[in-house]
T-cell receptor
Framework: SQQGEEDPQALSIQEGENATMNCSYK?????LQWYRQNSGRGLVHLIL?????REKHSGRLRVTLDTSKKSSSLLITASRAADTASYFC???????????FGAGTRLTVKP | DSGVTQTPKHLITATGQRVTLRCSPR?????VYWYQQSLDQGLQFLIQ???????AKGNILERFSAQQFPDLHSELNLSSLELGDSALYFC??????????????FGPGTRLTVL
């Protein structure tokens, strides 16, 4: 079963705008990760945030984690057409060894 | 290129048949994970192996089985195939580490079509 749920399911923006995607999960976690998938390709790891961290940056990416609300957000600043992809959050469930992926947010960045 | 390889890239077969998907993890990675991605079910974790031993099991059907060999490559066997098994099957690997799962590196996937 899926642990994370991304919101929105689809997002369409213009190049240069910021894109924000949210992820909610249900159980305690060790860490939360965001992945990107171009159509029909493998997932690519973007960023990992541990349960004791609240915010993390990597280039144009900013991730926040609120463990009290069991939610995370991924912000992509100054988006580019090449950012068009599906974005998934994945949770490493506490006391478990598997990783649960959400259904993903489909981001379209128009040039 | 993640360093994880999967073969074959595409597989077309008939219902009732059996197929084997192969995965080679990144050099040095001990964990291998298998996922199924379909339009209606999203990305589903199937099973994880760590250094040859099964470590975690997800939504894997009894018709499916997997193993990890001493050279750390892994195979996913799918038998008595049904139309609904048509999906992308991904393998991922992760480096040895602590008790929690760290970054996973995904292969390009095998697209299985069951006719």
């Amino acid at each position: 079963s899926q642990q994370g749920e991304e919101d929105p399911q689809a997002l369409s923006i213009q190049e240069g705008e910021n894109a924000t995607m949210n992820c909610s999960y249900k159980t305690s976690i060790n860490n939360l990760q965001w992945y990107r998938q171009n159509s029909g390709r493998g997932l690519v790891h973007l960023i990992l945030i541990r349960s004791n961290e609240r915010e993390k940056h990597s280039g144009r990416l900013r991730v926040t984690l609120d463990t009290s609300k069991k939610s995370s957000s991924l912000l992509i600043t100054a988006s580019r057409a090449a950012d068009t992809a599906s974005y998934f959050c994945a949770t490493d469930v506490y006391n478990n060894n598997d990783m649960r992926f959400g259904a993903g947010t489909r981001l379209t960045v128009k040039p | 290129d993640s360093g994880v390889t999967q073969t074959p890239k595409h597989l077309i077969t008939a219902t009732g048949q059996r197929v084997t998907l192969r995965c080679s993890p990144r050099s040095g990675d001990l964990s291998v994970y298998w996922y199924q991605q379909s339009l209606d079910q999203g990305l589903q974790f199937l099973i994880q192996y760590y250094n040859g031993e099964e470590r975690a099991k997800g939504n894997i059907l009894e018709r499916f089985s997997a193993q990890q060999f001493p050279d750390l490559h892994s195979e996913l066997n799918l038998s008595s195939l049904e139309l609904g098994d048509s999906a992308l099957y991904f393998c991922a690997s992760s480096p040895p580490g602590g008790p929690s799962t760290d970054t996973q590196y995904f292969g390009p996937g095998t697209r299985l079509t069951v006719l």
